[in-house]
């Protein structure tokens, strides 16, 4: 049955697509609302100010002791992003628009997923990219007096060799109120249309509609405290030697942080050996393994 290409069946088209668009969209299940802390932004960028400590609460005596959470400043630029196809006039004339209405619920599951690609750059690139203190987030810290005997603390376990290099795998506390990471959310995702020949050369000259995505936004570093990393081998002494540093942290008064990391983070490359550290029962011949249960493991194809 063919469909005459008005304004009225072109809004009511746009609706269906919006509908497709909108149910895969929250049909998706994403990682990274859990791993990051979701702050609204309402400029091109936001800056951040952060502290080299925790504030610990203490007994009162005497004055206060103030934090000012400006020691560090760490900016985040949004980013825009999109994806569009092109629906020809003849396609809707001639009602063959199935295939459309497919992409375009391919498209909401793409947008819904897109901030975790965005989360899993920013990890990869973690051992070079800096964080909000001027270093690699996974690198060596300077640390509040009082909190290590050097005055640095390194979230990251990184082979001395090429040869020793390993996929990488990540343990982080997602406990807390704060995330090891920040997503930036200046404009959501959502899917608009170009039907208006008035409005649009494509409409005009080449009889095509258009219908795309768009989305602001950017992903960034948080506190470094709750992710460590390693690119060594994913093994118990491993796991046990970076878990130990992790959970070791204090705060300038000398005092434990209290993180400790919730999940282990791997690709599908470690998810075998992910599930002989943290979930078996029992190691071989049965002896019970004391790492069980201590973190739930978390695989994603995005690291590998």
């Not at 994806?83 to 628009?97: E, F, H, Y």
């Not at 050097?150 to 807390?176: E, V």
Request: charge should be neutral; include cysteine; charged fraction near 20%.
């Amino acid at each position: 049955m063919s469909i005459e290409v008005n304004k009225q069946n072109l809004d009511v088209l746009y609706l269906c697509l919006k509908k497709a668009f909108q149910n895969a969209f929250d049909g998706v299940k994403p990682l990274y609302p859990a791993l990051t802390t979701r702050v609204p932004s309402t400029a091109a960028a936001e800056v951040y100010g952060w502290a080299t400590d925790f504030p610990a609460v203490r007994e009162w005596i005497g004055e206060r002791e103030l934090h000012k959470l400006t020691e560090y400043e760490y900016a985040i630029k949004n980013r825009k992003f999109e994806s569009t196809i092109v629906i020809p006039a003849d396609k809707i004339a001639d009602n063959q628009l199935a295939m459309y209405n497919n992409i375009t619920a391919e498209m909401g599951q793409q947008a819904a997923q897109h901030p975790d690609q965005l989360l899993f750059e920013l990890l990869r690139s973690g051992a070079s990219a800096k964080g909000y203190d001027g270093v690699p987030f996974f690198g060596e810290h300077r640390v509040a007096k009082g909190s290590s005997a050097s005055g640095t603390l390194s979230n990251a376990l990184l082979a001395a060799s090429k040869d020793d290099t390993k996929a990488p795998w990540y343990l982080l506390d997602l406990s807390r109120a704060l995330r090891p990471f920040i997503w930036q959310e200046r404009e959501k995702y959502r899917i608009d249309a170009l039907t208006d020949p008035r409005q649009s050369h494509e409409v005009f000259m080449r009889d095509e509609y258009l219908y795309g995505i768009r989305g602001r936004g950017s992903m960034g570093y948080g506190f470094w405290q709750m992710a460590f990393m390693s690119n060594l081998e994913l093994n118990a002494a491993n796991f046990t030697m970076l878990r130990q540093r992790m959970v070791s942290q204090r705060n300038s008064a000398g005092n434990m942080l209290g993180i400790a990391p919730s999940v282990l983070l791997v690709g599908e490359s470690n998810r075998e050996a992910a599930f002989y550290i943290a979930q078996a029962q029992t190691l071989a011949g049965q002896a019970p393994n004391p790492n069980y249960g201590l973190v739930d493991v978390w695989v994603t194809p995005y690291l590998d």
